[in-house]
């Protein structure tokens, strides 16, 4: 009598305290960010990463996997086992314009993923070199509308944000620039700074430090009030272009058919970490305004951002190389 009785109550304590019913988060977890090391994305990242990981009780690691504009990185969360253990860090290029641009998304950015929440804001700056005779964007506007075609406008490749909100820009403005890609930010700011191209729409953290600098100057943000970090560069209602607003929302998803206890975990998570004051002064170091949104709210902007980006990139004929 007294043997099963024990057997019975040792098999139940351990079930449980089996994996399969231990709480959430039992091991580390790993943070998919689709952008290379050290820029400022990942910076940010890790920053939100261990703040994340205080609150959760288990380390958060983060993996890079740079590549087609985030869809590399995003791609691998939505093939992961959807436990929680697997989160990515999620830009508007994967999620807004590759829809648009790729003749072949390897996921649905609204049915593949389990929103979570925004992360953070990163509006954009139009920037030319120090020694441009363009002081202001009125200026720029009518010498480019006395010679279409003559001004160049450097992107950070085809399809990037850059990209897509020159594009915005130039139709606000009424002006036809020519579009010289690069394979990145870095050199494209290499060749502005060098008078090879005449102007960049480019992430404010790629340049807020040589605006400050003197090296570059900032004509107009992409934004409805200016930048704490540079106050002196005008919003784009300032310039005269109230529609060149534009920002990327990076936020963090997992993937798609994520248990709602778990979620509700990671989302409780984020949200206090992107409260902390050192999670948003490192956002801000970085040209981000830190940002939580509950599930619904992310997808609801993604979808409405799809829906505003999708005729722009049409109508400019972007398409993916």
């Given at each position: 009598?007294?043997?099963?009785?024990?057997?019975?109550?040792?098999?139940?304590?351990?079930?449980?305290?089996?994996?399969?019913?231990?709480?959430?988060?039992?091991?580390?977890?790993?943070?998919?960010?689709p952008?290379?090391?050290?820029?400022?994305?990942?910076?940010m990242?890790?920053?939100?990463?261990?703040?994340m990981?205080g609150?959760l009780?288990?380390?958060?690691?983060?993996?890079?996997?740079?590549?087609?504009?985030?869809?590399?990185?995003?791609?691998?969360v939505?093939?992961?086992?959807?436990?929680?253990?697997?989160?990515?860090m999620?830009?508007?290029?994967?999620?807004?314009?590759?829809?648009?641009?790729?003749?072949?998304?390897?996921?649905?950015?609204?049915?593949?993923?389990?929103?979570?929440?925004?992360?953070v804001?990163?509006p954009?700056?139009?920037?030319?070199?120090?020694?441009?005779?363009?002081?202001?964007?009125?200026?720029?506007?009518a010498?480019?509308?006395?010679?279409?075609?003559?001004?160049?406008?450097?992107?950070?490749?085809?399809?990037?944000?850059?990209?897509?909100?020159?594009a915005?820009?130039?139709?606000?403005?009424?002006?036809?620039?020519?579009?010289?890609?690069y394979?990145?930010?870095?050199?494209?700011?290499?060749?502005?700074?060098?008078g090879?191209?005449?102007?960049?729409?480019?992430?404010?953290?790629?340049?807020a430090?040589?605006?400050?600098?003197?090296?570059?100057?900032?004509?107009?943000?992409?934004d409805?009030?200016r930048?704490?970090?540079l106050?002196?560069?005008?919003?784009?209602?300032?310039?005269?272009?109230?529609?060149?607003?534009?920002?990327?929302a990076?936020?963090?998803?997992?993937?798609?058919?994520?248990?709602?206890d778990?979620?509700?975990?990671?989302?409780?998570?984020?949200?206090?970490?992107?409260?902390?004051?050192?999670?948003?002064?490192?956002?801000?170091?970085?040209?981000?305004?830190?940002?939580?949104?509950?599930?619904?709210a992310?997808?609801?902007?993604?979808?409405?951002?799809?829906?505003r980006?999708?005729?722009?990139?049409?109508?400019?004929?972007?398409?993916?190389?």
């Amino acid at each position: 009598m007294f043997r099963p009785l024990l057997y019975t109550l040792c098999t139940a304590a351990l079930l449980a305290v089996s994996p399969a019913q231990a709480a959430f988060p039992d091991k580390p977890i790993v943070l998919v960010v689709p952008f290379a090391a050290g820029g400022p994305a990942d910076v940010m990242a890790r920053t939100l990463a261990k703040s994340m990981g205080g609150r959760l009780g288990q380390p958060i690691v983060v993996e890079n996997r740079p590549g087609a504009g985030g869809l590399v990185g995003i791609s691998a969360v939505t093939r992961a086992t959807a436990d929680g253990y697997t989160l990515g860090m999620a830009g508007t290029g994967a999620m807004v314009y590759a829809p648009f641009i790729s003749p072949k998304m390897p996921f649905d950015p609204i049915k593949d993923v389990t929103y979570l929440s925004t992360m953070v804001s990163t509006p954009n700056l139009l920037v030319v070199n120090a020694n441009s005779p363009f002081k202001t964007v009125a200026e720029l506007q009518a010498a480019a509308k006395r010679e279409p075609d003559k001004f160049t406008v450097a992107s950070a490749g085809v399809g990037s944000s850059t990209h897509v909100v020159g594009a915005l820009f130039q139709r606000e403005a009424g002006i036809r620039l020519r579009h010289v890609p690069y394979k990145g930010g870095a050199p494209a700011v290499q060749d502005l700074m060098g008078g090879q191209v005449d102007m960049f729409i480019a992430e404010v953290p790629a340049v807020a430090h040589l605006i400050k600098s003197g090296k570059l100057r900032g004509l107009l943000v992409t934004d409805s009030k200016r930048l704490a970090a540079l106050p002196d560069v005008p919003t784009a209602a300032e310039a005269g272009l109230p529609k060149v607003l534009a920002a990327g929302a990076y936020g963090i998803v997992a993937p798609r058919g994520l248990p709602d206890d778990v979620a509700r975990k990671i989302v409780d998570a984020v949200t206090g970490a992107l409260r902390t004051h050192e999670v948003v002064e490192k956002f801000a170091e970085q040209g981000g305004v830190a940002q939580a949104s509950t599930p619904d709210a992310y997808r609801a902007l993604i979808k409405s951002e799809q829906g505003r980006w999708g005729p722009i990139i049409k109508a400019a004929g972007i398409t993916a190389e």
